[in-house]
Each structure stands twice: as structure tokens, then as C-alpha cells.
């Protein structure tokens, strides 16, 4: 089977912009898992998703939101970045909620 | 609330030699997981090995095995025969019953040749 796949895998943009990243998952896994990994807040969960429908969100302001499609492909998306939006979007997929997750290389997102 | 503690930001081992590295968690869940991530310089995070919490069995994975304490809420990674291809960044991970993924602040791991 193919692993979890995200697009695109390196990114630039400027403060006040907006920017969309895209998971697919392991074929057959209907969860996906947002983090967001930076030097000084480590490992940070943003949300989760599973048959279209956010399960969890993690302690992030509104600019960041996310979506389900039905085919289980998962996209987050930014809006206003803020420099300290700089990190390393990582997804993960599982075949059902609290299963393990498997993770993409991630989206290495830089903001200047 | 799940907090997961790595209290070794870095460790380094011969080749061929034996490291362990130390986790401790924290959670009300009485069903719950716990979880060694290993993210090596590509920053791909791999899945090294997962324990159950309800199994007193240790999890064994090729070189890798952990030693789970359940009472002492300690789960520590004993990563034997280490090769080059070993070092990376290591995370210890606790999921419990449905929730998320709670992660500690991970160990790095060098091996010297």
C-alpha cells in the first residue's frame, strides 16, 4: 500500500497570506490527523478528522481550519499567516479513530 | 489531560552497543497506548513500535523492545545491536481510548561509528 502523501511538500509565503495544504491518506484509512511541529512547541496536535466530520481540534486560533472530503483526503488551510506560523505540518492517517496513526513526510511551510 | 515526559534531549551510543531511553506519561484513561515515533533527519516520522496498555507483555520489534510500567507509568525504549541508521530524533507518544495523539519533546539519538 502506498503511505500518506502531502502536498505540497515545501512551501513560501509572505505574512498575511493564506496557504492550503493537502493529506492523502493510506487507502482504506478514514482518520486524519493534523500536527504542526516547530523548535520550541515540539509536537502540536491541530485536528482530526474521520467521515467528514472534525472529531477533535487542538488549541489553535481560527486561522486554521481543515476539511474531510469523502473519499477521506484531508485538507488544512491558513489564512493571515503570522510568521510563527513557520513549522512542519505533519498528517497522519489510521484506519479508524484511536488507531495508530501512520504520518506523511509533511509540508515544511516557511513564512517571511 | 495526557502529558508524555522525555527527560533526555540527547543521547549518543556506540555502534553495535545497547541505549535506552526513558519516558514517562501521565493519564486518567484507564485504555490507552502507548507509542516510539522515530523521525531520522528526513523528518518522516516512523512508527518504531506500539504498546498496548491492558497487555503486561513487553512490545518487541527486531532490536527494538520497551520495558512498560504500568504502575510507574514509565515506558522506556531499549534499542539493541544500534546501527548508524539509527540516529534520529525519538518520540514517546500516549493515546488514550479515542483522543489524540500527546507527544513528548523527544530525545536525540546519536550513534558514533
Known amino acids: 500500500k502506498a503511505g500518506v502523501t502531502q502536498t505540497p511538500r515545501y512551501l513560501i509565503k509572505t505574512r498575511g497570506q493564506q496557504v492550503t495544504l493537502s493529506c492523502s491518506p493510506i487507502s482504506g484509512h478514514r482518520s486524519v490527523s493534523w500536527y504542526q511541529q516547530t523548535p520550541g512547541q515540539g509536537l502540536q496536535f491541530l485536528f482530526e478528522y474521520f467521515s467528514e466530520t472534525q472529531r477533535n481540534k487542538g488549541n489553535f486560533p481560527g486561522r486554521f481550519s481543515g476539511r474531510q472530503f469523502s473519499n477521506s483526503r484531508s485538507e488544512m488551510n491558513v489564512s493571515t499567516l503570522e510568521l510563527g506560523d513557520s513549522a512542519l505540518y505533519l498528517c497522519a492517517s489510521s484506519p479508524w479513530v484511536g488507531e495508530t496513526q501512520y504520518f506523511g513526510p509533511g509540508t515544511r511551510l516557511l513564512v517571511l | 489531560a495526557q502529558t508524555v515526559t522525555q527527560s533526555q534531549p540527547e543521547m549518543s551510543v556506540q555502534e553495535a552497543e545497547t541505549v535506552t531511553l526513558s519516558c514517562t506519561y501521565d493519564?486518567?484513561?484507564?485504555?490507552?497506548?502507548l507509542f516510539w515515533y522515530k523521525q531520522p533527519p528526513s523528518r518522516q516520522m516512523i512508527l518504531v513500535i506500539r504498546?498496548?496498555?491492558?497487555?503486561?507483555q513487553n512490545a518487541t520489534e527486531n532490536r527494538f523492545s520497551v520495558n512498560f510500567q504500568k504502575a510507574a507509568k514509565s515506558f522506556s525504549l531499549k534499542i539493541s545491536d544500534s546501527q548508524l541508521g539509527d540516529a534520529a530524533m525519538y518520540f514517546c507518544a500516549s493515546q488514550g481510548g479515542s483522543e489524540k495523539l500527546v507527544f513528548g519533546k523527544g530525545t536525540k539519538l546519536t550513534v558514533n561509528p
Open positions: 493519564t486518567s484513561e484507564s485504555d490507552y497506548y
Open positions: 504498546q498496548e496498555a491492558y497487555k503486561q
